[in-house]
């Protein structure tokens, strides 16, 4: 009973549409007690051969007046009580959303997706059960049954129905146990569709690679592995849920023997008419409902409960990125950075250390190292992925970043991410995701600035070309450019290029870095690299190793250096000679033949 303490919040605010669909119910108890005391009377009436046309006409009216209230209220009760679950699951669904979407990253590294999926669906359809059906359940089966109960006890014979009522006792000892059974294989049933959820997305979204490393058949006996635990997982909460019912029917069993046994003598004893009898034992029929629905309803209540506890914990998940800012003015002026050691969560070796230098307010600044060097990780601080120890560690404008309204702070970046996301909707779309008002002109010249125009003309709907999930239609460059188009269209304060020039070629790198340079005039630009190329034309170049910066200055400066730069630039370009010497020698064989 404890998810309905934790729902009270949301009874109170239906308590309108609660209320008057519990007064349906009751009215709609009445009228059922109203066939069984008709049926009895004409009985009486027949063996007392007083029935005439009139009586009779008069009986079949009541019962056609019952069956029409009765079918009115049903349609209002079944309106107000499941209306009003339904706009509980509405907001659960909501308040779930807006939960993820102010959760940091770490969060996300530790939860897998197919569990926030169930999170949103099954348990959220579990909690809305227990609002909908199980308030029903319950306040039917207490209505239902006592009004029933009552009329039996004061319209029959009280003795009666206190014999009827002997086996109840062992059905609310057994059902209570049943359900405790079933919170908990509900709860293991729940946490094993999470896992087959997750195992779903993570096989779709991965189909190329399966593909490609033929590991089908391998995938496949994994989901079948999850698929049959979470059969038997919910069978034993079918077995459990299974006993339910056949208790119930033997307790109404048992109550239907004793009330026909001791009811005969007592018609024998003139303590009841025979008509009187058929009434109670309608009546007793009438109980099957009732007993039932107090079954189903600890059937959905440890449903519910189940859910909720696991929906709670995700709600009560401390957000470890601080979002109570108070500075609204937007940032400006140069970002400085002043860490002294910074380590992802759980992650006992250090991530960033001894990292000190300034990014001035319109220049272009490289950030350059081998992988896992860090490159990334500064730019994941910048924009408050994760915090750092020190509210002074990393500066916007002489201020601490964290004391910036964290969306005032992001929407002065414009962020292409090394795994560049598409939306599976047209190119127009996912280019003017941040305003879909914008013109097409002003679409067309951040595509052509990202140097994917051309391509997009050559597709066969243009701009309203379906990309397919992630941008699963498109290569690697492709989406790489338009989610370049992406953040120029924004006309950002500070424009972050997170390694998102490694899927073109250099040609085309060169373009899009000279247009962005003509365009971008006056702007801070930050671009993390693992060509020199990207990064040879920066006002500031940074090099990281294992985290620390180990190298800074112009590209001239560096290569006078010769130092990780000087040798990795050249490398490069060596390679790139050669390269391109290998391309001409194969065109010329080409035009020979």
């Known amino acids: 009973m404890k998810v309905y303490k934790d729902l009270w919040w949301f009874f109170k605010k239906e308590k309108t549409g609660y209320l008057f669909g519990i007064l349906m119910l009751v009215l709609v108890a009445l009228m059922e007690l109203i066939p069984p005391q008709v049926i009895g009377r004409v009985i009486d009436s027949i063996s007392a051969d007083t029935l005439t046309p009139r009586n009779l006409t008069v009986f079949l009216a009541v019962l056609v007046v019952a069956a029409i209230l009765t079918y009115i209220f049903r349609y209002f009760w079944r309106v107000l009580i499941f209306g009003a679950s ?45 609002a909908g059906a199980g308030i029903l359940a319950i306040a039917d089966s207490l209505i239902t049954g006592g009004a029933v109960l009552i009329t039996m006890a004061v319209t029959i014979s009280p003795k009666l129905t206190l014999i009827a009522m002997i086996p109840l006792p062992l059905m609310a000892v057994l059902t209570s146990y049943y359900g405790k059974l079933l919170n908990r294989g509900f709860k293991k049933a729940q946490a094993a569709f999470s896992a087959l959820n997750d195992k779903t997305q993570e096989s779709i979204a991965g189909i190329k690679v399966t593909k490609t490393f033929g590991y089908e058949k391998s995938d496949q006996d994994d989901f079948k592995t999850l698929s049959d635990d979470v059969v038997q997982k919910n069978l034993k909460v079918s077995k459990i849920d299974a006993l339910f019912d056949p208790t119930i029917m033997l307790v109404i069993g048992a109550s239907y023997f004793l009330s026909v046994f001791f009811g005969a003598r007592m018609v024998y004893a003139d ?20 007993l039932l629905a107090l079954g ?24 470890d990125i601080k979002q109570d800012n108070y500075i609204q003015a937007l940032p400006k002026g140069e970002i400085e950075f002043n860490i002294d050691r910074f380590n992802f969560p759980k992650d006992e070796s250090d991530g960033i250390r001894d990292v000190n ?84 002109s002003v679409i067309f010249e951040a595509s052509t600035l990202s ?59 060169e373009k899009i870095l000279n247009n962005m340079q003509k365009a971008r005039k006056g702007r801070t630009n930050i671009i993390t690299a693992h060509r020199m190329s990207a990064v040879k034309n920066a006002d500031l170049i940074i090099v990281m190793d294992n985290g620390t910066v180990i190298e800074r200055g112009t590209h001239d400066e560096l290569m006078q250096v010769k130092g990780w730069y000087y040798d990795t630039y050249n490398a490069q370009a060596l390679r790139d000679s050669l390269t391109h010497e290998l391309d001409d020698m194969v065109e010329g064989d080409d035009r020979d033949e």
Not at 271 to 290: A, K
Not at 459 to 479: A, N, P
């Open 86 to 130: 339904n706009r509980l699951g509405k907001i659960m669904r909501e308040r779930l959303f807006r939960k993820y979407a102010k959760m940091s990253p770490s969060f996300y590294q530790e939860m897998r997706t197919g569990d926030l999926m169930a999170h949103a669906t099954n348990d959220i359809r579990a909690v809305q059960m227990t």
């Open 271 to 290: 303590e009841i008419t025979i008509g009187q009898l058929v009434t109670f034992t309608t009546y007793l029929g009438m109980m099957v409902w009732p």
């Open 296 to 319: 189903w309803f600890f059937n959905l209540v440890q449903r519910g409960s189940a859910s909720y506890e696991r929906i709670n914990k995700i709600m009560n998940t401390k957000n």
């Open 357 to 440: 230098f300034k990014i001035s307010e319109g220049a272009t600044v490289g950030i350059v190292g081998r992988t896992g060097s860090g490159k990334s990780a500064l730019i994941r601080l910048l924009l408050r992925e994760f915090d750092t120890e020190h509210a002074d560690d990393i500066l916007y404008g002489g201020i601490p970043i964290r004391d910036y309204n964290i969306k005032t702070l992001r929407d002065r970046f414009g962020y292409v991410p090394q795994e560049h996301f598409l939306f599976s909707t047209t190119i127009r779309k996912n280019i003017a995701f941040s305003n879909p008002e914008l013109d097409d």
């Open 451 to 509: 140097d994917i125009h051309k391509d997009i003309l050559n597709f066969h709907d243009g701009y309203d070309t379906v990309v397919g999930e992630r941008g699963v239609s498109l290569s690697g460059g492709q989406k790489q450019r338009i989610s370049i188009a992406r953040a120029l269209i924004m006309e950002p304060e500070v424009l972050i290029l997170d390694d998102s020039l490694s899927a073109v070629d250099a040609e085309t790198e």
